[in-house]
């Protein structure tokens, strides 16, 4: 069983910068598709930002020009860059991970508090 174990996360101040990391316990065959979430308690969880084999990224219009996604291959990880952070983006963050034909399976991480102070 994979395990995504994620670090970076914590507590900032509103403007500051934080750097999520989330490395695979071991390699992922057939990766289409690695990213990020977030989730508030009583909200659905939601896309923050996502990065393809090839390099493509997708961002939450909420989050762009702010955060940057990017990853290892080599090390099998995943990073997501915030800079000039809001109370908004106070939440827990998840790792995701899908895999195999058309990205069918996922891995989830366990989750990274983030909070941002005002």
């Known amino acids: 069983q994979v395990q995504l174990v994620e670090s970076g996360g914590g507590l900032v101040q509103a403007g500051g910068s934080l750097r999520l990391s989330c490395e695979a316990s071991?390699?992922?065959?057939?990766?289409?598709?690695m990213g990020w979430y977030r989730q508030t308690p009583g909200k659905q969880r939601e896309l923050v930002a996502a990065i393809t084999t090839g390099g493509s990224t997708n961002y939450a219009d909420s989050v762009k020009g702010r955060f940057t996604i990017s990853k290892d291959n080599a090390r099998n990880t995943v990073y997501l860059q915030m800079n000039a952070l809001k109370p908004e983006d106070t939440a827990v963050y998840y790792c995701n991970v899908r895999y195999g034909t058309f990205g069918i399976h996922e891995y989830w991480g366990q989750g990274t508090q983030v909070t941002v102070s005002s």
């Open positions: 071991r390699n992922i065959f057939s990766i289409t598709a």
